[in-house]
């Protein structure tokens, strides 16, 4: 608006002067058109030596976690730059570090703090430079493509001990699927030593060779816990970090990184649309795959629980035990899944953490004391679990269908 009115006074300004042959009105339109000129070249000069940049530590965020940005603003040449505008672009919710500043020949820095709240890909970045001429007329924008990109991780909290010492152990049940059904990988050859068996020795190599060679084996790398995490968009419900996609994510981080910290082996199956099942590997850390993963999840998945291909592939594996992280009041996946099985079934959720929505009913809990499903008869007499080795403490938990709430975890 201010260029709209000093052009309209110089244009009245011009016409006067020539109409009337003043002199000093001549004078000031020069003065005039010289300001404008000034004010249109000034931001853009100016703005070709201011230089930005900023610096995060990035580390491996949760949610929850705070972070710290330095901001620095330097001008290089000879056109000071006494209002420039610092605008952040990014889509962090909350968040803007961004400020007025006067940039002179030193060095303008300044700290931005914030809390990461959710989880996934954050991008600080890019900035917006806008430099205005002291008179108030002009700006020049300039837009820089300079990122920091970082990966933050589901919040991890504690939870009830999962992996308790083998003494404990307890169980009747034969266990499905011996060693014998998975037999060792033959994982490289080496020179024939006196009383290696027959069977071990690699008779194709030894002709190649002209001498004698035998494999070497290793046992099949196996799983302590196997998490089912159900991501069915039907069944989930809410927003932002209250919603029960969080609470499952963040449970299932939980779990895999308490397992992993006791030296255990974890994987994870969901059910999203593309099917994911993480093995573990002796190459990579497990758990950073699964946080990696659960970083990034959504709930985007078509197949309910109870259709879940990875059942068939589950119940093959031997000396396993399954924990399901559902919000679903559905029975048909414990009556179909678990109950068949003569499993013995018992509910559990982590405290405190985890709170119910309202309208819920009230969520019984096991406290040393067989559950019944919604279907058993309470004179029912169901096996237990062999525990797997290694771990395990009580009958295997299993989480019943009528719960509702934020997700509970269970084993099978």
Same mark, same amino acid.
């Given at each position: 608006m201010?260029?709209?009115?000093?052009?309209?006074?110089?244009?009245?300004?011009?016409?006067?002067t020539?109409?009337?042959?003043?002199?000093?009105?001549?004078?000031?339109?020069y003065?005039l058109?010289?300001?404008?000129?000034v004010?249109?070249?000034?931001?853009?000069?100016?703005i070709r030596?201011?230089?930005?940049?900023?610096?995060?530590d990035?580390?491996?965020?949760?949610?929850g976690?705070p972070?710290?940005e330095?901001?620095?603003?330097?001008?290089?040449?000879?056109v000071?730059a006494?209002?420039?505008?610092?605008?952040?672009?990014?889509?962090?919710?909350?968040y803007q570090?961004?400020?007025?500043?006067?940039?002179?020949?030193?060095?303008?820095?300044?700290k931005?703090?914030?809390?990461?709240?959710r989880?996934?890909?954050?991008?600080?970045?890019?900035?917006?430079?806008n430099?205005?001429e002291?008179?108030?007329l002009?700006?020049?924008?300039?837009?820089?493509?300079?990122?920091?990109?970082?990966l933050?991780?589901?919040?991890?909290?504690?939870?009830p001990?999962?992996?308790?010492?083998?003494?404990?152990?307890?169980g009747?049940?034969?266990?499905?699927?011996?060693?014998a059904?998975?037999p060792?990988?033959?994982?490289?050859?080496?020179?024939?030593?006196?009383?290696?068996?027959?069977g071990?020795?690699?008779w194709?190599l030894?002709?190649?060779?002209?001498?004698?060679?035998?494999?070497t084996?290793?046992?099949?790398?196996?799983?302590?816990?196997?998490?089912?995490?159900?991501?069915?968009?039907?069944?989930?419900?809410?927003?932002?970090?209250?919603?029960?996609?969080?609470?499952?994510i963040?449970?299932a981080?939980?779990?895999?990184?308490?397992?992993?910290?006791?030296g255990?082996?974890?994987?994870l199956?969901?059910?999203?649309?593309?099917g994911?099942f993480?093995?573990?590997?002796?190459?990579v850390?497990?758990?950073?795959?699964?946080?990696?993963?659960l970083a990034v999840?959504? $709930?985007?998945?078509r197949t309910?629980?109870?259709?879940?291909?990875? !059942?068939? %592939?589950? /119940?093959?594996? #031997? @000396? =396993? $035990?399954?924990?399901v992280?559902?919000p679903?009041?559905?029975e048909? !996946?414990v %009556?179909h /899944?678990?109950l #068949? @099985? =003569?499993h013995?079934?018992?509910?559990?959720?982590p405290?405190?953490?985890?709170?119910? %929505?309202?309208?819920?009913? #009230?969520? =019984?809990?096991?406290?040393?004391?067989?559950?019944?499903?919604?279907?058993?008869?309470? %004179?029912?007499?169901?096996?237990r679990?062999?525990?797997?080795r290694g771990?395990?403490?009580?009958?295997?938990?299993?989480c019943p269908?009528?719960?509702c709430?934020?997700?509970?975890?269970?084993s099978?």
């Amino acid at each position: 608006m201010n260029k709209v009115a000093l052009a309209a006074a110089l244009a009245i300004l011009l016409l006067f002067t020539y109409l009337t042959g003043y002199r000093p009105a001549y004078a000031f339109s020069y003065a005039l058109i010289l300001l404008f000129v000034v004010a249109w070249v000034w931001p853009r000069v100016a703005i070709r030596g201011i230089s930005l940049s900023r610096r995060l530590d990035p580390g491996t965020p949760t949610v929850g976690e705070p972070y710290e940005e330095v901001i620095e603003v330097r001008r290089v040449g000879w056109v000071p730059a006494p209002w420039v505008e610092i605008r952040d672009l990014g889509q962090i919710p909350d968040y803007q570090p961004g400020r007025v500043i006067s940039v002179g020949g030193e060095l303008v820095s300044w700290k931005s703090r914030g809390v990461y709240r959710r989880r996934g890909w954050m991008s600080f970045g890019p900035t917006l430079i806008n430099v205005r001429e002291p008179f108030g007329l002009f700006n020049q924008e300039l837009k820089t493509g300079n990122r920091n990109t970082v990966l933050v991780y589901p919040r991890v909290r504690p939870i009830p001990d999962l992996m308790t010492p083998s003494a404990q152990q307890v169980g009747s049940t034969q266990v499905l699927g011996a060693w014998a059904d998975y037999p060792p990988d033959t994982s490289g050859v080496r020179d024939y030593v006196t009383g290696d068996s027959f069977g071990r020795i690699h008779w194709p190599l030894s002709m190649r060779h002209a001498r004698l060679m035998s494999k070497t084996f290793e046992q099949p790398l196996t799983t302590d816990l196997w998490i089912l995490l159900d991501l069915d968009r039907n069944v989930h419900s809410g927003e932002g970090e209250e919603s029960t996609v969080e609470y499952a994510i963040s449970l299932a981080a939980s779990m895999a990184s308490q397992v992993h910290s006791r030296g255990r082996q974890v994987g994870l199956i969901a059910n999203d649309s593309r099917g994911t099942f993480l093995e573990p590997h002796r190459a990579v850390r497990q758990d950073r795959i699964i946080l990696d993963y659960l970083a990034v999840a959504t $709930a985007d998945g078509r197949t309910p629980l109870t259709q879940t291909l990875a !059942w068939d %592939r589950i /119940r093959r594996l #031997p @000396r =396993r $035990a399954i924990a399901v992280i559902t919000p679903s009041a559905d029975e048909e !996946w414990v %009556r179909h /899944r678990l109950l #068949p @099985r =003569r499993h013995e079934l018992r509910r559990s959720r982590p405290e405190p953490h985890l709170r119910p %929505r309202p309208g819920c009913g #009230p969520l =019984r809990r096991a406290q040393g004391r067989r559950l019944r499903a919604p279907h058993e008869d309470s %004179r029912c007499n169901p096996h237990r679990l062999a525990p797997a080795r290694g771990f395990s403490s009580g009958p295997v938990r299993v989480c019943p269908a009528a719960l509702c709430g934020p997700p509970r975890w269970c084993s099978c």
